[in-house]
């Protein structure tokens, strides 16, 4: 499995904007690149998802980089309820997988 | 309104026991994962279903067995054969196996077997 990389904790304030990176350089041409958040004592939940081109969806917005060896997922303006840990997945395909590292932490300072 | 179900939310067992952990949902979906987390980390996949009557294992089948009866259901056993079972079970399912189709979780359950 392709593998992605992440910062461990990132902060923000909230109303800003926030941007966490993900590197994924050895992506395949047929892997999407997903985006699950998990807030504390919770399941995962969908954030984002794309191929090749930037998406946007009333939670966040995905930047994919030309060359798609990195992403990044935007949210415009962060709140206290976006304090969770982000994970950046790359589903490859034929694959069932959804392969979980260990995720950005986000901390949204009021 | 439609969901995952995932019981109980907290469950206490002692070694040496098999345990079986509840997944219900109704959202129509063909397709029900089991996933394991410990503190920290990422979750990993146990064992996934894409039909009645079929599942395939994952990366961390040992020790664990599942059942696919009903669209509806997934029941996942712990079983004495599973040397670190303390940890957070997540159940998921998604509408078809296709790369693009979300994956949506439940609550989970959390077991601690001493």
């Known amino acids: 499995d392709a593998k992605t990389t992440q910062p461990n904790s990132m902060e923000s304030n909230e109303e800003e904007p926030v941007h966490l990176p993900c590197n994924h350089s050895t992506i395949s041409g047929t892997d999407y690149i997903h985006w699950y958040r998990q807030l504390p004592s919770q399941g995962p939940e969908y954030v984002i998802h794309g191929l090749t081109s930037n998406v946007n969806n009333r939670m966040a917005s995905l930047a994919i980089a030309e060359d798609r060896k990195s992403s990044t997922l935007i949210l415009h303006r962060a709140t206290l309820r976006d304090a969770a840990v982000y994970y950046c997945i790359l589903r490859r395909g034929g694959s069932e997988k959804l392969v979980f590292g260990k995720g950005t932490k986000l901390t949204v300072n009021p | 309104d439609g969901g995952i179900t995932q019981s109980p939310k907290y469950l206490f067992r002692k070694e040496g026991q098999n345990v079986t952990l509840s997944c219900e949902q109704n959202?129509?979906?063909?397709?029900m994962y089991w996933y394991r987390q410990d503190p920290g980390q990422g979750l990993r996949l146990i064992y996934y279903s894409q039909i009645v009557n079929d599942f395939q294992k994952g990366d961390i089948a040992e020790g664990y067995s599942v059942s696919r009866e009903k669209k509806e259901s997934f029941p996942l056993t712990v079983t004495s054969a599973q040397k670190n079972p303390t940890a957070f079970y997540l159940c998921a399912s998604s509408k078809t196996r296709q790369l693009t189709y979300e994956q949506y979780f439940g609550p989970g359950t959390r077991l601690t077997v001493t």
């Open positions: 959202l129509n979906h063909d397709a």
